[in-house]
């Protein structure tokens, strides 16, 4: 009897890190369930040779489906998840709308957690799985003018590390990813959401918005430290592969330094501290 194949789901998968992990597993040998919100990326996959599918994780019609379609596929089996999907929301805390933080909650979480607990259940039925979450140094580190996405990072913090207890003893394994700085449209995906949330022209915050959307539009800039999606894919597979996984794993320079100083610096001295590193806003 051959190996049995592992079988992932992951969530966006159209650009960045979720494509990259997404080539680097299938490449190791993995059975990757690729999904996007969009048709077209969804058919690029196919054309890659991912068996890919359409998951708009703002809408619960399309988690339940494309999760049907992932078990129908797999024989009913799951071994590992990786949630991705996601944008970022760029604005200071007072110019933030309830609209504004709701799509970022709805997409950056809620749909995590819905998707995350349907799988549940399929890897208790087995008795093992490795669900993966993607958070950011932003969620144990707040820059300024990244609040909604400070908020929902560090919310999946906290329901991860509560997840993870509660998971405790079943098999499956709740692992979070904290990524720095890393090369992808990231930034560039930051700017309809910005535009159309942030009413900036008329905000007190104007002089930062302009060199923040200056950075934005910069075609190959990159902030100090970043590494390529890559980085990622190495923590991701040592996360997914390793018998004893760890429940956090920090990448790039940022991401461990700043975990480190927020254990030993006052809250004071941290704030300096992250301002300094986000330019003030600028960055």
Not at 239 to 265: I, M, N, Q
Request: charged share 20%.
């Amino acid at each position: 009897m051959g190996e049995i194949v592992k079988q992932i789901l992951i969530t966006g998968c159209s650009s960045g890190i979720g494509a990259c992990v997404a080539r680097g597993l299938k490449e190791r040998g993995w059975r990757v369930f690729a999904t996007a919100r969009h048709a077209a990326d969804v058919a690029r996959l196919r054309n890659e040779g991912f068996e890919s599918l359409v998951l708009d994780l703002n809408d619960s019609t399309s988690i339940r489906t494309a999760l049907h379609q992932v078990l129908t596929l797999s024989d009913g089996r799951l071994d590992a998840l990786f949630n991705n999907g996601g944008f970022g929301q760029v604005g200071a805390v007072e110019d933030l709308t309830r609209d504004a933080l709701r799509a970022q909650f709805e997409t950056n979480l809620f749909g995590w957690v819905e998707l995350t607990n349907q799988v549940i259940p399929v890897m208790r039925k087995q008795g093992h799985g490795r669900i993966v979450m993607n958070s950011s140094v932003l969620g144990y580190a707040a820059f300024v003018y990244r609040g909604a996405y400070n908020a929902v990072k560090f919310a999946l913090e906290g329901l991860t590390d509560t997840l993870r207890q509660e998971l405790h003893g079943s098999g499956i394994h709740v692992i979070l990813v904290e990524p720095g700085p890393i090369t992808s449209r990231f930034r560039e995906n930051c700017v309809p959401h910005f535009e159309k949330h942030i009413d900036w022209q008329h905000s007190v915050h104007r002089p930062q918005y302009e060199g923040q959307m200056t950075r934005l539009n910069a075609k190959g800039a990159a902030v100090p430290f970043t590494l390529p999606p890559e980085a990622v894919l190495e923590k991701v597979i040592h996360a997914l592969e390793s018998p004893s996984p760890r429940p956090r794993y920090p990448v790039t320079v940022p991401a461990r330094v700043f975990g480190w100083l927020k254990r030993v610096l006052p809250v004071q001295m941290m704030d300096w501290v992250l301002r300094q590193a986000s330019g003030g806003g600028r960055r």
